[in-house]
């Protein structure tokens, strides 16, 4: 049956929301914990999102993620090193709305001009995760790096490698699990979604 | 799966569970914002005493809420520690390498910790007190507003209220999706990174396919009924302010000129 873009397009951006909460809450689905880190999966269903449903998508949902990143800090912080840096809007959902949107313009030239889409989408997909690290700790480094008072007034100057070591530690592996899972999920909605 | 923040609500029928949820949720924000400007004991003490007040009137049971802190405690005596070794200040108690215990340290460290259980009881008192659908309601009740610069309030919404309503159909699919895997020899949870990452692969990939399907059913569904989009639309659940609603704002605003006055 043919229906509304519109209202397919509401229905498949609510999944994907529910997705992401559910990944946030359900134990072993979203953060892998390895030793003391914890590494996410749900920047794959950020980057699935861009690759499938575009960049305004992507950005959309990795909002959410952002969001819902944010709000955790204070209520229920994932990591020890959520309550100090996530309390801040900007390192908690700027990064994750650029997920997205680097993910699907990077797809969309590579694609164009290679006409490759596997390649297209795992350097889009490496490429998203890696916005996100990068992001994180750059905006860590300018916002902590000049001893600036943060939420909880913990005292950054003697910190702030360690948090760098950290999130270095957790970029890595999320960026090849999201070179490797992302494509492959991916690939099949491709062809699942109509277009529009 | 139970355990989870969304759809632990309690219902029930006191003066908290019958507040205006936008009420609730603006106070919510509200007093974690003001958290902030406790500075010395007498103002978390009188914070920690109106948040008991609170609790009370719900007449929740405040074992939940010791629920709720329990698989954060953890966390939270880390970043306690945290700040207890890393800052300086005052007079110094102990002291090797760059750890140090000082006056300042003890103290923010305790702060610290009030912080974090003033926070997690009011929010946790939110979430138990509210069901997610209504929450929904008034975060599109408070965006309405920005219609005015072409902010898709109605689909937003909408689209909130339909990832709650499926949350907890997820989980079991994701619950079911994993003991069908686990049932082929996947394990979930151990063995190396690789190993964990490699996992990840079959549970992903029938839950995003599933979703596609469940979302082309329901947009069929939501069709069929005749929806057309936010534009009036009448609601089945209609938000209504009351003077209760009104009197706790102003409950705030007495606590907030009495917290100006306590903290240093």
């Known amino acids: ?196 | 799966m139970n355990k989870l923040i969304l759809g632990r609500y309690i219902a029930g029928d006191s003066l908290i569970h019958r507040l205006d949820p936008r009420a609730k949720l603006v106070l919510s924000f509200y007093f974690v914002g003001i958290i902030f400007m406790a500075n010395n004991w007498q103002s978390f003490s009188m914070l920690l005493i109106f948040t008991l007040g609170c609790i009370l009137a719900s007449k929740i049971s405040l074992s939940f809420f010791l629920k709720g802190v329990r698989p954060l405690i953890w966390l939270i005596i880390f970043t306690v520690a945290l700040q207890m070794l890393f800052s300086s200040g005052g007079q110094m108690y102990w002291h090797w390498g760059i750890f140090k215990i000082s006056e300042f340290g003890v103290t923010n460290g305790l702060y610290i910790f009030c912080r974090f259980i003033l926070i997690i009881f009011m929010s946790t008192l939110l979430t138990l007190s509210t069901a997610p659908l209504q929450l929904a309601d008034a975060i599109e009740s408070l965006l309405k507003p920005l219609k005015a610069i072409k902010f898709p309030v109605y689909e937003i919404a909408l689209m909130l209220s339909i990832a709650l309503r499926f949350v907890p159909t997820l989980m079991d699919e994701t619950a079911k999706i994993m003991n069908a895997q686990r049932a082929r020899g996947v394990n979930f949870g151990q063995g190396s990174l690789i190993k964990q990452m490699q996992s990840i692969i079959p549970l992903l990939i029938p839950l995003f396919v599933s979703s596609f399907n469940r979302a082309e059913d329901l947009a069929i569904a939501m069709e069929s009924r005749g929806y057309q989009g936010g534009e009036g639309r009448t609601k089945y659940r209609v938000l209504k302010w009351q003077t209760t609603d009104t009197m706790a704002f102003v409950l705030f605003a007495v606590v907030t000129v009495a917290l100006v006055y306590l903290k240093n």
């Open chain 1, 1 to 196: 049956m043919k229906t509304n873009n519109k209202t397919y397009h509401m229905s498949i951006l609510a999944l994907f929301i529910a997705i992401v909460i559910v990944q946030n809450f359900v134990p072993l689905f979203g953060y892998i914990p390895v030793g003391p880190l914890s590494i996410t999966t749900i920047h794959i269903t950020v980057i699935v999102a861009a690759l499938v449903l575009g960049w305004k998508d992507g950005a959309f949902v990795g909002g959410v993620w952002g969001l819902i990143t944010f709000i955790r800090a204070f209520v229920s912080p994932t990591s020890p090193i959520a309550p100090i840096v996530f309390t801040n809007p900007i390192v908690s959902i700027v990064p994750r709305i650029l997920i997205g949107i680097v993910t699907a313009v990077v797809f969309y030239f590579i694609y164009k001009w290679w006409k490759n889409k596997t390649l297209a989408m795992v350097i889009a997909s490496v490429l998203g995760s890696l916005v996100n690290t990068v992001l994180v700790l750059g905006l860590i480094y300018l916002l902590y790096h000049g001893q600036a008072a943060n939420f909880y007034k913990v005292d950054m100057g003697q910190l702030l490698p360690y948090i760098m070591g950290l999130v270095v530690t957790n970029g890595v592996p999320e960026m090849i699990l999201a070179g490797v899972v992302a494509p492959l999920i991916a690939a099949p909605l491709q062809k699942l979604v109509r277009k529009n």
